[in-house]
T-cell receptor, first 115, second 110 residues
Framework: AQTVTQSQPEMSVQEAETVTLSCTYD???????LFWYKQPPSRQMILVIR??????QNATENRFSVNFQKAAKSFSLKISDSQLGDAAMYFC????????????FGAGTTVTVRA | NAGVTQTPKFQVLKTGQSMTLQCAQD?????MYWYRQDPGMGLRLIYY???????DKGEVPNGYNVSRLNKREFSLRLESAAPSQTSVYFC?????????FGPGTRLTVL
């Protein structure tokens, strides 16, 4: 399995402020996908955003955006205008670009939003 | 369109008991996956099935068996449960380039 590292076990952010979650990964492949999943207390795994390695443009989904640095093997998630509903565990995940859909996950970052 | 469904949602077992976790998907995809989630470790792949009739070991297969019953269903069996198998179990299946996950099963082995 590929190694995915999330070095921040916990992050706290004030409501309406911005928080950035870090993720690094190790791979020798050139074709792959990176994902951020959100896991609220309900424990449902919810896809937040996806980045294809061949795309230079950083992915954006409403208040969520990524900073994809392919050479540095870094994939950070920025949550803008944080809302109370953003409080959750966030997982970074890697998938090879082959037909194999196996995911390698980081350990997760717990995000707390302060009202 | 339910996506990925899992049963049961919660289960408590005694050491040595057996049980089967059920998973079904209606996304008509060939691949299905079983992961376990433990605190501080993210999700780890237990077994997967790339197509009906095939199964392969993932990162942490010891103590588990799987059956790909048909294209829709993929079950995970614990033959003799151990406390180390206390975890949350997720089944997943792809849709497009992404994995969609079931709601999870919280299993406690006493």
């Amino acid at each position: 399995a590929q190694t995915v590292t999330q070095s921040q076990p916990e992050m706290s952010v004030q409501e309406a402020e911005t928080v950035t979650l870090s993720c690094t990964y190790d791979t020798s492949e050139s074709d792959y996908y990176l994902f951020w999943y959100k896991q609220p207390p309900s424990r449902q795994m919810i896809l937040v955003i996806r980045q294809e390695a061949y795309k230079q443009q950083n992915a954006t989904e409403n208040r969520f955006s990524v900073n994809f640095q392919k050479a540095a093997k870094s994939f950070s998630l920025k949550i803008s205008d944080s809302q109370l509903g953003d409080a959750a565990m966030y997982f970074c995940a890697y998938r090879s670009g082959t037909d194999d859909y196996k995911l390698s996950f980081g350990a997760g970052t717990t995000v707390t939003v302060r009202a | 369109n339910a996506g990925v469904t899992q049963t049961p949602k919660f289960q408590v077992l005694k050491t040595g008991q057996s049980m089967t976790l059920q998973c079904a998907q209606d996304m008509n995809h060939n691949s299905m996956y079983w992961y376990r989630q433990d605190p501080g470790m993210g999700l780890r792949l237990i077994y997967y099935s790339a197509s009906e009739g095939t199964t392969d070991k993932g990162e942490v297969p010891n103590g588990y068996n799987v059956s790909r019953l048909n294209k829709r269903e993929f079950s995970l069996r614990l033959e003799s449960a151990a406390p180390s198998q206390t975890s949350v179990y997720f089944c997943a299946s792809p849709k497009g380039p992404e994995q969609f996950f079931g709601p999870g099963t919280r299993l406690t082995v006493l």
